[in-house]
């Protein structure tokens, strides 16, 4: 028996519509003795139904395509972008349905809800109250139970609907709802969240599918609402838990809903491809903390496992592009058994990625690949994040001194649910010397890696190790910048904030330092953009005009405390 019976991978985004991309997450699926394959787009629902209820279809129609007969010139009328494509996308997910099928292979859909197509605040004009929209007029209710009703008529063979109420993502949700009519004062969140979720129960239960409900929050104040409403839920209703309270940050304790979820069977979702530690292209090998964390789901009673390939916000770029690749492999072994043979993973990436030369005994380059990229997490949690805390925006880098602290101390609070790290980024001499200290052991472990990087080990194809190097260099390119700015961060927010002390003169002296090497490498990496040719993505982390504005706010600050 596995260890988790719900084995799921999980697309997001344009690669939720790709079915090479789909096809490929299916052979993943089927190789690696997974269960399940989870399609999410916050809006993915609605780019497969109309509904037609919306648009005056009536209720006996038993297709898209019977209601499609009574509302397309409405349609054409009132929402002509949206007109065909529902029922396109809605045969897509038919074909991908009868794949999944084919090899046993369940098919979820996950969203955030409320989401809507805008036409509807056009045809129902009531849901905006003094510019606000607000998400308890009883509409919405009605559109939920129609537009689910329909999903399943067209698509029975969906396993099942993973949403999150209570995220400020969500088209609109009370968690972020600006509305102070006389319903929503009367209303609380986890009332709310009830009447949501109920809402979906009911026509996911009458088409004898399953509803999944996500944690996804952003504080412990919503958490605790959330899990108000969730206490009250069914229990043939799952829950779907991120493996740390507020999201992927693998920093960050364990999520303290897992084993606190009463009667209903729990999830824990992982995310393979780094969010918010590198892409990939800061590579972030995590076999001993996903090997942990899936300990604590199992042992807190969690029943299944969803690993998560990709980001909605980062179109063009997947685990499978990159050494994080490993994650996946690494995920669904311990999840299937709970054992994890490391040279099996490396060398089934190698392999699939087509890397090794016909008939070459892999061994070289197993060991060669673990010894390069085996220790990666442990350089990237140095580079992006600082004492622990996030200091990035989803791996880029802060754009201003305001923007990095916001990031690091409100929006993803380490303090909020580890108490000692309060005042882990303090505005004084010896934090500041740690997240140098941090910083320059990061930067001199990438460099370490370069001698290695440049050996091409017997049976590895001289292509491969001619992407693998390249990738090394940008890895470091990425480290040195972030040592730079973070140095220029910490030491502006001491002179700016912190006591006086001897440690100023000195914090001067780094400080200008460290900003003529960050005005330096901007100018570096645009020379870089027109010189090389990587994947796109590699340009987006690399990003000169972030440098510069990163320099530009700290130079100003500095200037006006001058003057």
Known sequence: MSRFAHRALELHSAYAWDMAWARRALDFIRAHDMTALVLHRNDIVDQVVYPGWLFGASAGCASIFERYQQIFRRLYRDTPTRRSGPYQRRDYLRRLNDLAARQGTGLWLENKELSFPDVALELHPELVKEGALCPNEPFWWEFLAAKYAELFQDLPGLAGIVTAPGTGESRLSAAASRCSCPRCRE?????????????????????????????????????????????????????????????????????????????????????????????????????????????????????????????????????????????????????????????????????????????????????WAEALFGESWEITRRVCFAQDCVFTDSTNYPVSLEHAFWLAEEKNSLQDWDPAKTGALASTEAVARRVIAEKDEALARVAALLPLAACRPPGLKASAHKDIEARVDVFLRYTRAFRDAATALILARVLLEGEPGAFRAEAETLLRGALELLAATADEWARFAGETDHPHRVYTLLSPDRLRALHGDLTRRLAARAS
């Open 187 to 367: 209303t609380s969140r986890p009332q709310w969240y009830g009447r949501l979720l109920g809402a979906l129960y009911e026509p996911i239960r009458a088409a004898g599918k399953q509803l999944a409900v996500r944690d996804f929050v952003f504080d412990r104040t919503a958490h605790a609402e959330l899990a108000a409403a969730i206490e009250r839920l069914p229990p043939d209703v799952i829950i779907s838990l991120k493996n740390t309270p507020h999201d992927y940050y693998p920093t960050f304790p364990d999520n303290p809903r897992l084993g606190a979820v009463g009667p209903h069977r729990q999830w824990i979702e992982y995310d393979c491809m780094g969010q918010y530690f590198g892409w990939g292209i800061a590579p972030a090998v995590m076999f001993d903390d996903l090997a942990r964390r899936f300990r604590a789901a199992e042992a807190a009673g969690a029943s299944g496992v969803i690993l998560r390939t990709d980001w909605e916000s980062l179109d063009g770029h997947s685990a499978f592009s990159t050494p994080n690749q490993v994650n996946l492999r690494a995920g669904a072994a311990l999840a299937r058994d709970g054992a994890i043979d490391r040279a099996r993973v490396w060398e089934g990436w190698l392999r699939d990625e087509e890397m090794l030369e016909a008939g070459a005994d892999p061994a070289p380059a197993v060991a």
